[in-house]
């Protein structure tokens, strides 16, 4: 089973609280705080002398409170993350309190992810000190894009070699579809493959929009193209289960049998995946 820890930054500036994740009763719940990365890593390195792989997870707007952690953790752990074991062994979520005002929320994803980005090259340096052939992956949902743009920023101060990734999983992002011209232009260079998964139907987008216009990745997929790219539209999805996915379009990473197991065949290495009438085939 693979061991979940999760890293909170909270509405104070800097503060960031550190625990591990366990499955209670069919709920994931925080079973150990740490008061310190160091504290977290020590117990991370005890449990992981050669961790294989790391999987770093980022929720969207909103998403830090308990519940919606309990419930689709759940769902995450029996369908994608245990079923990963022997590719990924450690999971990592880099939780982050989002301000209620969405027109501020993205300036402030933004500079909760460069603190993230410190705590990211201490994790992956101390992890592949154990194993130099560490894979490194994210997962990132919604406006959890914005936090990583932050992240990958404050690692890309450290240099272009500082970190090798695998795979990008960019989930129903909120973000401009030119981001790939700016703010992650470092990405294709720092990543092997980059997935984009997107909805032309995604309602929580399209809400989003009526509040701070822009054309978002999410919906329409980037404006640059590049070979590392691969773009799975989720348009046709028709699996999403929960009256709330199905009706806004929005958390089908979670919520749809088909797209987990594209998540799992992307992070297994598995050559294709299938998503609604569409086979996509993978290097």
């Not at 998403?63 to 308990?66: G, I, L, M, T």
């Not at 999983?169 to 401009?176: R, T, V, Y």
């Given at each position: 089973?693979?061991?979940?820890?999760?890293?909170y930054?909270?509405?104070?500036?800097?503060?960031?609280?550190?625990?591990?994740l366990?499955m209670?009763?069919?709920?994931?719940?925080?079973?150990?705080?740490?008061?310190?990365?160091?504290a977290?890593m020590?117990?991370?390195?005890?449990?992981?002398?050669?961790?294989?792989?790391?999987l770093?997870y980022?929720h969207g707007?909103m998403?830090?409170?308990?519940s919606?952690?309990?419930?689709?953790?759940?769902?995450?752990?029996?369908?994608?993350f245990?079923?990963l074991?022997?590719h990924?062994?450690?999971?990592i979520?880099?939780?982050?309190?989002?301000?209620?005002d969405?027109?501020?929320?993205i300036?402030?994803?933004?500079e909760?992810?460069?603190?993230f980005?410190?705590?990211?090259?201490q994790?992956?340096?101390e992890?592949?000190?154990?194993?130099?052939?560490?894979?490194?992956s994210?997962?990132?949902?919604s406006?959890?894009?914005?936090?990583f743009?932050?992240?990958m920023?404050q690692?890309?101060?450290?240099?272009?070699k500082?970190?090798?990734?695998?795979?990008i999983?960019?989930?129903?992002?909120?973000?401009?579809s030119?981001?790939?011209?700016?703010?992650l232009?470092m990405?294709?260079g720092?990543?092997?493959r980059?997935?984009?998964?997107?909805n032309?139907e995604?309602?929580?987008?399209?809400?989003?929009?009526?509040?701070?216009?822009?054309?978002?990745?999410?919906?329409?997929g980037?404006e640059q193209?590049?070979?590392?790219?691969?773009?799975?539209n989720?348009?046709?999805i028709?699996?999403?289960?929960?009256?709330?996915?199905?009706?806004?379009?929005?958390r089908y990473?979670?919520?749809?049998?088909?797209?987990?197991?594209?998540?799992?065949?992307?992070?297994?290495?598995?050559?294709q995946?299938?998503?609604g009438?569409s086979?996509?085939?993978?290097?």
């Open positions: 089973m693979a061991r979940h820890y999760s890293i930054a909270t509405k104070a500036k800097e503060e960031r609280l550190f625990g591990r366990d209670v009763k069919e709920k994931l719940k925080t079973t150990i705080q740490f008061d310190t990365l160091d977290m020590l117990q991370i390195l005890n449990e992981h002398s050669h961790c294989r792989g790391v770093f980022i707007f998403a830090d409170y308990s919606f952690e309990e419930n689709t953790g759940q769902i995450l752990h029996q369908y994608v245990n079923p074991f022997e990924y062994d450690l999971i979520s880099l939780k982050w309190n989002a301000t209620l969405y027109r501020k929320c300036d402030y994803a933004y909760k992810g460069k603190y980005g410190i705590d990211v090259l994790i992956v340096s992890l592949k000190s154990k194993n130099p052939s560490l894979k490194v994210f997962i990132n949902h406006m959890g894009n914005w936090v743009c932050g992240l920023r690692i890309s101060l450290a240099g272009d500082a970190m090798n990734l695998d795979d999983l960019l989930f129903a992002a909120d973000i401009p030119d981001v790939f011209e700016n703010t232009s990405l294709p720092m990543s092997k980059i997935f984009i998964f997107y032309h995604d309602r929580t987008l399209k809400g989003a929009n009526l509040i701070v216009p822009f054309k978002r990745l999410g919906i329409y980037p193209t590049d070979l590392k790219f691969y773009l799975l989720c348009t046709e028709k699996d999403n289960e929960g009256i709330s996915p199905n009706l806004f379009l929005h990473y979670y919520s749809s049998p088909s797209v987990r197991a594209g998540i799992l065949a992307i992070l297994s290495g598995q050559k995946i299938k998503l009438l086979t996509y085939l993978l290097e």
